[in-house]
């Protein structure tokens, strides 16, 4: 029930702790679903279904930057390779693409290619526009214009070996012919088998007694990761060549430039790509595309941009798993109508109420839909929802479905208005909308429960948030022991935990439903490992409102030891101090995040809480990993009007290398990068001494 009150919660009504929890279940249920689409082959959702986890992962993080996991989705491709094939490291990353779901969606990923680069209205911004095809990624490698290896995307880093498979596929050259053919050159693209070849398939499979595949995509990717290589020669695959990886020299200074060499080389391209002009022809093209679809030999989600100039390419470079000169416009998730038969009221870790609609069965996109969340009380105001209506759902942007109407021409006569709930289902509590605006009298539209921690579904996933992969990850402890502790009174704070061996526990552990004699030792056994713990992970355990994993990673970096974090946060109570202006000036941190932090530790509660806590543990140091960046480690501020780069890119080139950019200078300032223009800050550099450098000298010393 707690799950579904997550999984239900809107992004913009989530707290951090909401946010924390929800991104921990994402990270491992995008993950499941990976290693089923990239490495098994059998996908159990719809590529819709997966965005919409992808999409609700990413407006999490937008919301809460420093929340972001170790594991995030965000800065993972792919899948961990599968046993049976030898492996291959790919010396480019195979990245995959950021979703664009609308026009308007479109419209920002171009102004955002223009303010990276720096780049006047009137100046074109030309794109490569193809079909995304729904297929299996594979890079092919040649040497001296002969196909010497091919692998699998895998996680973006490491792909499995399928030359012998690959060599199957019917338009894939062996050989490269025609002018300007490189010594070294990685192809990429899409094998994939067209629409009739794929039920020609299941017809012989059906005969044959074998598998019947879902959907071409898993018939070509199952077929190409076969261990016995004829039964890959049995099927016809083919391949549509689309970027590149490893490729010293290229033929041409533009996408459709190469893509139109690879041709002359004798790949296949799609034969719906297209260079367009402007942002207007690259959507007119999507309509036509989708117009089509139906129609094609194959099939595809969307279609797929790419900022046709490779030196903006190069220069716009990537984010975590996507690189920022490309994106993938998806096409429109399905609507469906269906009747709501009951209306349930589930209680997330915070406190909130959530609505979750319980529907009639129906299929949305090829699942079948049972549930469907209305956010919250003012929403079902808004919309007027009521029990035994008929209601538009749709499900895109959001982990489970969402009513987005009520068909009111088929409202039953007899239905009345819902009457939210103003206590709490788990522990009876008053459950209030606290006011909004003070001078109005507005209301929160969520409904809050007032238990606190008496109110198992808040207290619970505290602690299971302290107990989860990226924090304390004690194995052998999760949801269900949580609970089942909390109930019994065994645990209440963290430090329970590590008291739990300790104590006269009747009946015992091992006499309880679901724990044994080994069971018990392991459980004691992983609590003793997680006596000594990293410093950030500390951090990120305690559940501090704002702090998820890479401000706790940050602040763990800066002041390297519990004892200086714990007394420099302490200190930083005056904000007059310099503990307050260090703290503030940590890039990441700021202002809202440092009193939050300053405010959880000026509290007595958790403070008690800490301090019990710490008396269990060996808290590690953070230990800063080697880097050979000259700039790796060092504290950068850039100022004034740079020249050669926006501040965008300088910033992202500086923390790629290592460097930690801060937005004002200190004394733990050590380069400070100056261009036309710079006042107060260079004024205060040369004051404290920090090297100052201009544009030129920092673009040597990186590149040194």
């Known amino acids: 029930m707690l799950e579904d009150a997550l999984r239900a919660l809107p992004v913009d009504k989530m707290t951090p702790l909401d946010a924390s929890a929800e991104l921990a279940r994402l990270a491992i249920e995008i993950a499941e679903h990976d290693q089923r689409y990239y490495r098994d082959d059998a996908p159990d959702v719809t590529d819709a279904d997966y965005d919409a986890l992808r999409q609700r992962n990413i407006a999490i993080e937008t919301r809460f930057p420093d929340l972001k996991r170790k594991d995030s989705p965000s800065d993972r491709v792919g899948a961990t390779p599968a046993t049976g094939f ?16 609308n026009d308007e969606d479109v419209h920002e990923f171009v102004a955002r290619v223009r303010k990276f680069l720096g780049l006047s209205e009137d100046e074109k911004v030309t794109l490569v526009a193809e079909p995304k095809i729904d297929g299996l990624s594979a890079s092919v490698r040649y040497e001296m214009g002969k196909f010497v290896l091919g692998a699998t995307r895998g996680d973006g880093e490491t792909g499995e070996d399928i030359t012998a498979n690959l060599a199957q596929v019917t338009d894939l050259p062996k050989t490269l012919s025609g002018n300007n053919v490189p010594d070294v050159i990685e192809v990429r693209g899409e094998v994939y088998m067209a629409k009739e070849d794929f ?59 190469v893509l139109q060499c690879f041709k002359g080389w004798g790949f296949s391209l799609n034969p719906l790509t297209e260079v367009c002009r402007d942002v207007d022809g690259a959507l007119a093209l999507y309509r036509g595309v989708e117009t089509a679809r139906a129609g094609l030999p194959y099939d595809i989600d969307g279609v797929v941009y790419k900022v046709d100039r490779l030196d903006w390419q190069e220069r716009l470079g990537m984010v975590s798993r996507a690189p920022r000169w490309a994106i993938a416009h998806k096409f429109p998730a399905e609507k ?124 619970v996933e505290r602690l299971r948030h302290f107990v989860s992969r990226d924090a304390f990850d004690i194995e052998g402890l999760g949801e269900k022991q949580i609970a089942a502790f909390w109930q019994d009174g065994l645990v209440r704070q963290p430090s329970d935990i590590f008291e739990l061996k300790n104590k006269e526990i009747d009946p015992p552990l091992k006499e309880r439903e679901g724990w044994g004699d080994l069971s018990v030792s392991n459980l004691f056994k992983a609590i003793d490992q997680r006596r000594t713990i990293e410093l950030d992970r500390f951090m990120y355990g305690l559940g501090v409102p704002h702090v998820g994993q890479t401000t706790a990673r940050l602040l763990a970096k800066t002041y390297e030891t519990h004892e200086r974090l714990l007394e420099a946060l302490m200190k930083a109570q005056d904000a007059e101090s310099d503990a307050w202006l260090d703290l503030v000036d940590i890039d990441g941190v700021g202002p809202k995040v440092a009193q939050t932090l300053v405010a959880f530790f000026a509290e007595p509660h958790n403070n008690d809480v800490v301090n019990s806590l710490v008396a269990h543990l060996d808290i590690q140091p953070f230990d800063m990993p080697e880097d050979d960046s000259p700039v790796s480690g060092k504290t950068v501020v850039f100022t004034g009007t740079l020249e050669r780069m926006t501040r965008a890119e300088a910033k992202a080139k500086a923390e790629s290398l290592g460097a930690k950019v801060s937005g004002s200078v200190s004394k733990k300032t050590d380069y400070l990068v100056a261009g036309p223009g710079a006042g107060s800050k260079l004024k205060k550099a040369q004051e404290l001494g920090v090297t100052a450098l201009s544009e030129d000298d920092w673009l040597a010393l990186i590149s040194s």
């Open 86 to 101: 030898g492996k291959v490291k790919h010396r480019r990353p195979m990245l995959s693409l950021d979703n664009a779901f």
């Open 336 to 459: 469906a109508q269906t009747v709501i038969n009951d209306i349930d009221i589930q209680v997330g870790r915070t406190g909130t109420l959530t609505p979750v609609a319980r529907l009639e069965p129906v299929t949305v996109g090829g699942v079948v839909v049972t549930n469907a969340t209305l956010h919250n009380e003012e929403n079902i105001e808004k919309l007027d929802v009521r029990i035994g209506d008929t209601v538009i759902v749709q499900r895109a942007g959001d982990v489970i479905p969402q009513v987005l109407a009520v068909v009111t021409d088929k409202r039953p006569e007899n239905s009345g208005a819902y009457d939210f709930p103003d206590h709490c289902p788990i522990c009876g509590s008053a459950a209030v909308r606290e006011i909004k605006d003070q001078k109005t009298g507005e209301l929160e539209a969520r409904r809050r429960c007032t238990g606190g921690l008496i109110c198992e579904a808040q207290a």
């Open 199 to 257: 039920l020609a398939l299941n017809e012989a499979q059906e005969k044959a007694g074998g598998k019947i595949f879902a959907n071409p995509r898993n018939a070509a990717a199952g077929s190409l990761r076969q261990l016995d290589v004829s039964v890959t020669a049995g099927r016809k695959l083919r391949f549509f060549a689309y970027a590149w990886g490893e490729a010293p020299q290229l033929p041409s200074d533009t996408q459709s430039g």
